[in-house]
């Protein structure tokens, strides 16, 4: 599929979102949740289910999530494991639906920011875990976001992905993690050359897909280098 067939497939399905009556109740994971108009609509986007499905153990953990939609998965992780759980969003309407979900279901241990990235972060506080489920199709840097929903899915030229690992070292604790959910593609060789231009290692921690099949996800695992490691990047297997 071309670059330009891909990026019209995700607008119709953007689009499709939208005609369904809001807000709508969905349960999932043992929570009970609310999505409201306008938010990143997960009736048709379903990585969410996998990244779930998948998450390795953060117990114990300080975790925080850039892009927090509607609330999953840092409802659950702060419900199942984690210290605490930060979950920033660029779009006050994410925001207000993921603080209403965490209300619903009694999560008292979850933090919502209005954030651009790390914009609103606390600069002291330091995380074990920062998870991107990053919007990995490809656009062309001159790309104009027609809505807020495209922030979901496109990234004009990895500029956000560049601007994200430039930043995360500030606010990794020691012997910290990203984890980025990236789906299988040529692109992950963009991925991995763009983790050792800025000081990482890279290593594919899980993959698969949903039993109706579709796109295939998978987990990378980026940790920051120092000193002779610098200039060796770790890439797991299959990618």
């Known amino acids: 599929m ?3 067939s891909e990026i019209d497939q995700v607008k119709r399905r953007l689009a499709d979102s939208q005609n369904q009556t809001y807000p709508y109740f969905m349960h999932a994971f043992g929570l009970d949740l609310v999505v409201q108009e306008g938010v990143f609509p997960p009736s048709h986007f379903f990585s969410w289910r996998w ?7 953060v117990r114990g953990q300080r975790v925080l999530e850039i892009g927090c939609g509607m609330g999953l998965p840092s409802i659950y992780l702060a419900k199942n494991g984690a210290a605490v759980v930060v979950a920033v969003d660029i779009d006050s309407r994410a925001v207000a639906n993921t603080q209403e979900n965490a209300e619903r279901n009694r999560i008292d241990n979850i933090v919502v920011l209005q954030s651009d990235m790390f914009s609103a972060v606390d600069p002291s506080q330091k995380f074990d875990t920062i998870y991107w489920n990053f919007p990995d199709y490809y656009v062309p840097e001159d790309y104009k976001y027609a809505n807020d929903l495209e922030r979901g899915v496109f990234d004009p030229g990895y500029t956000m992905l560049r601007s994200f690992l430039k930043q995360v070292p500030a606010h990794l604790a020691e012997d910290g993690r990203v984890l980025l959910e990236f789906a299988e593609g040529d692109r992950v060789t963009t991925l991995s050359e763009l983790a050792k231009a800025n000081g990482y ?5 899980a993959r698969g897909s949903l039993p109706d099949g ?3 996800y998978q987990f990378y695992e980026l940790k920051t280098t120092t000193g002779s490691d610098r200039n060796r990047t770790e890439v797991g297997r299959g990618s």
């Open 214 to 216: 579709g796109r295939v």
């Open 51 to 57: 990244s779930v499905e998948n998450f390795p153990s």
């Open 201 to 205: 290692t890279i290593e594919l921690i």
């Open 2 to 4: 071309s670059v330009e």
